[in-house]
């Protein structure tokens, strides 16, 4: 076995390695590329990963789709969803989610495809077949050991460590972080292909009843996924997924042709830390749970969307290194909120027959008053994810939180930090500078928050756009993030002089690419 240090870049080492080509690798390998930040890729596999997997991309995870332009595509391969329907034993209830709230079914492999697509005509490759097997941690840069195809072992320098993995993720095990959680003591099944009967290609269909669940979901190019808790000893038969159909909807489900036929076991675990120094974790090196809600693969995705432009701003010198300090609080905070909205979804799922009588007649009621459209739907597209010590906050004087408090009443609140933004916000183009957007609001053009808007722009160049808007009586300002997120909020101009000051400091005393 030979032994030999290969320069990716003339420097004699790359800014950043990627440890695995899946679709947070990948995400995370064209955000950075795009960002103008060069980088090395590394996954184990010697060919491309197939297979549906995650299908069930929310907005936010579209969202990242959009950041490096491959959305449209996705969108002409995909099927998007209008509705859930929930056949809650004898009644059935339609909740309509809504434009801003649909996700978008598109097998796993296709979202790869085109994410390692985007990747290329960025100027980047994956390096498939090179399994990393040791990490070293410097103050100043990450050194890894990879075995690469006929046996032959390089070590890579880099400036900086993204693992991304996997469930079973090396970079994590070498950092020495804990997969703590548990695995669920039960088995799901996993059937795709032809199924007749009178369903809508633009719903998904939850049937919840005392003889047990099913979810079934029509998916791309007339093909259906059915998934459920199976009890021990299910045979892997066509015939026994009809019984299993049968059983839980009550019949006009046939199937026709299946392509796809297993069982898979899940866990709920969430790792001790997501950064060591100058290495991270995304998407299942980070965490994993249950598949109800379609949550997994969007949650790895906005890891990355949360650190590339971090990273990037580091490293170009645009941004203080503290900015990196945010990360893993952040999303451990949202990897905790969406494990435990998963834990609750499954355990509604699983409840016995009496107890799933008295679920049912309370979800009628929740729908009947609107409660699932106006609360669960954001909650399943990953509206109400908020992070903890928002990056930038506006001081809580008084008169700021009295004006708050007659918002919220009068129901025209701003946002608060750290929550994402409303509907009414126009979504960044893509492949934008990255730099932080200061949105003044009301209908004075000329007010004191528009002309300090401006001027606050105007002093800080790239790092900060303004915009006006008008179709608000209500007058305030939001500072958005690059990645979308509330970073400070308020209603009066003394907030806009607080928040030039954080700026300064956020930006102060950077220093060049090798920090």
């Not at 989610?97 to 085109?114: A, F, H, V, Y």
Request: proline fraction near 6%; charged fraction near 20%.
């Amino acid at each position: 076995m030979t032994e030999r240090t290969m320069p990716a870049q003339d420097s004699g080492r790359t800014p950043i390695l990627i440890v695995g080509g899946g679709p947070c690798g990948l995400a995370v390998a064209c955000e950075l590329l795009q960002l103008g930040i060069p980088v090395r890729l590394l996954e184990a596999r010697e060919d491309r990963a197939v297979g549906s997997r995650a299908v069930q991309l929310w907005p936010l995870g579209l969202e990242v789709l959009r950041t490096v332009k491959v959305l449209d595509e996705a969108l002409d391969r995909g099927l998007r969803v209008h509705s859930n329907i929930y056949h809650l034993g004898d009644r059935v209830l339609t909740v309509a989610l809504g434009k801003d709230n649909e996700p978008l079914l598109l097998p796993q492999e296709q979202t790869m495809e085109l994410l390692e697509d985007a990747l290329e005509r960025l100027g980047g490759r994956v390096e498939r077949g090179v399994r990393v097997t040791g990490i070293e941690l410097t103050d100043t840069g990450v050194t890894a050991k990879a075995e690469g195809p006929g046996g032959t072992t390089e070590l890579v320098e880099a400036d900086w460590l993204i693992g991304a993995d996997g469930v079973h993720s090396v970079v994590r095990e070498q950092l020495g972080f804990d997969f703590r959680g548990v695995r669920l003591p039960l088995d799901f099944l996993l059937a795709e292909g032809r199924i007749d009967g009178d369903y809508d290609p633009g719903t998904l269909h939850y049937y919840i009843g005392p003889k047990g669940s099913v979810v079934f979901g029509p998916m791309p190019g007339g093909r259906v996924r059915v998934s459920g808790v199976l009890a021990p000893g299910f045979p892997l038969t066509a015939e026994a997924v009809q019984e299993f159909l049968d059983e839980r909807t009550g019949g006009g489900l046939r199937v026709v042709e299946l392509d796809t036929l297993a069982t898979f076991a899940t866990a709920e675990r969430i790792a001790t830390g997501m950064r060591k120094g100058r290495a991270f974790l995304v998407g299942d090196a980070a965490h994993t749970h249950t598949p109800v809600g379609g949550q997994g693969l969007n949650l790895g995705l906005q890891d990355a969307h949360n650190l590339a432009w971090k990273l990037a701003g580091v490293i170009k010198g645009q941004y203080t290194p503290q900015i990196l300090d945010t990360y893993e609080p952040e999303r451990l905070q949202a990897a905790r909120q969406i494990v435990g909205t998963t834990h609750r979804l499954m355990k509604m799922f699983t409840l016995g027959p009496t107890a799933s009588r008295v679920q049912n007649v309370s979800w009628n009621l929740l729908g009947a008053t609107g409660v699932l459209r106006r609360w669960f739907v954001p909650l399943l597209a990953g509206r109400r994810v908020r992070y903890p010590d928002a990056l930038l906050s506006t001081p809580d004087t008084g008169s700021e939180r009295r004006r708050r408090t007659a918002l919220r009443l009068a129901g025209r609140a701003l946002p608060l930090p750290g929550t994402r933004p409303p509907h009414w916000v126009p979504a960044v183009a893509p492949g934008g500078a990255g730099g932080f957007r200061l949105l003044t609001v009301g209908r004075a053009a000329d007010s004191a928050l528009a002309r300090r808007g401006r001027w606050l722009a105007e002093a800080h160049g790239t790092a900060l756009e303004h915009e006006h808007h008008q179709r608000r009586s209500t007058a305030g300002f939001l500072l958005l993030r690059p990645d979308g997120y509330v970073a400070a909020s308020g209603t009066e101009p003394a907030g806009l002089d607080h928040v030039e000051r954080l700026l300064i400091g956020l930006t102060a005393g950077v220093g060049s690419a090798s920090v």
